[in-house]
């Protein structure tokens, strides 16, 4: 059996989409969208190339993360290896590896790189703290939302990306942990025998490419995998309603602070108390929807 992943997410010309339009068709709504060309109006979307920053922050030493020894119960604190920064991207580009950069500060290291590129007028309420993500050809980005609960922008400079977006209200399809973000299925390796709502997800794709720009709405789960090694910036804006809003200050001051105390206090057991209500919830999903197309 395989996952209904497959409808395409709506791609249009980012440079000649105007603010009006995509606030009807696409910020209102919450709809995803690939935004092709949104970039070209800045200079990062020439300059910015692996060489460019080879040269440019070569001997800047980073934390990397591995996909392979990722655990659902753990948060990306604890990097598993670290190496210089020219020495990453060349691995990337000629070697197969599983170990990605998340979020690494690129900025604080070099803040002359903000005069490359500006925020595109299509929308506004961006909040101005961008973050660069690089990875290796096969790296995974574990399903996730993301916890401030903003809109993001995610811009592809180099290499390519696979995407698959969730709506929000499949969290119990994908067995979403509580007071967290992070589900406990594998799309890639979909086991609906422990996870049988897992059958009733419904999400869709698209290749992210040099200069796409994919917009995601506040919320949305989100599989991302490096198809080629390669690099992109994100940038977001805030939430579209105030209980989103709230939402995600919420998550970010109560929520994750609460179970990072409880995981410090209760170790796995906090985490298999998570996973058996996140169980139960995905079963309960599973029977209503079966209930559903029984009638």
């Keep these: 059996m395989k996952m209904n992943i497959d409808t395409p997410i709506p791609v249009v010309d980012g440079t000649t989409i105007t603010r009006k339009e995509f606030t009807e068709k696409?910020?209102?709504?919450?709809?995803?969208?690939?935004?092709?060309?949104?970039?070209?109006?800045?200079?990062?979307?020439?300059?910015?190339?692996?060489d460019f920053f080879k040269q440019a922050m070569g001997d800047i030493e980073v934390n990397l993360f591995s996909s392979k020894q990722a655990n659902p119960s753990e948060t990306l604190s604890v990097p598993h290896a670290k190496m210089k920064f020219n020495e990453y991207l060349e691995l990337i580009e000629n070697e197969p590896t599983d170990l990605r950069l998340f979020l690494f500060p690129v900025f604080k290291h070099k803040p002359e790189l903000l005069k490359d590129f500006g925020y595109p007028n299509i929308t506004g309420r961006y909040i101005k703290v961008p973050f660069m993500?690089?990875?290796?050809?096969n790296s995974v980005t574990r399903m996730h939302m993301?916890?401030?609960m903003s809109n993001v922008f995610l811009t592809q400079f180099a290499g390519k990306r696979r995407v698959v977006l969730f709506h929000p209200n499949q969290s119990e399809y994908l067995y979403r942990l509580p007071f967290n973000?992070?589900?406990?299925?594998?799309?890639?390796?979909?086991?609906?025998?422990?996870?049988?709502a897992l059958?009733?997800?419904?999400?869709?794709?698209?290749?992210?490419?040099?200069?796409?720009?994919?917009?995601?709405?506040?919320?949305?789960?989100?599989?991302?995998?490096?198809?080629?090694?390669g690099f992109g910036l994100s940038v977001r804006t805030i939430g579209s309603s105030i209980g989103t809003?709230?939402?995600?200050?919420?998550?970010v001051t109560g929520r994750r602070k609460f179970d990072d105390i409880m995981f410090k206090i209760r170790g796995q057991k906090w985490f298999q108390y998570k996973k058996a209500i996140a169980m139960k919830?995905?079963?309960?999903?599973a029977q209503k929807m079966k209930g559903a197309v029984l009638q």
Excluded: C
């Design 181 to 196: 973000v992070h589900g406990l299925v594998d799309i890639d390796k979909p086991d609906f025998e422990t996870f049988p």
């Design 133 to 137: 993500f690089f990875g290796p050809k």
């Design 26 to 50: 696409y910020l209102k709504p919450q709809k995803p969208v690939v935004l092709r060309g949104l970039w070209k109006q800045y200079p990062a979307y020439e300059k910015w190339t692996m």
């Design 245 to 251: 809003i709230f939402n995600g200050l919420w998550n």
């Design 281 to 285: 919830r995905g079963e309960r999903a």
């Design 199 to 229: 059958q009733y997800a419904t999400g869709s794709s698209t290749i992210l490419e040099h200069g796409d720009t994919l917009f995601m709405p506040s919320g949305y789960w989100h599989h991302i995998e490096y198809t080629e090694g």
């Design 146 to 148: 993301d916890i401030d």
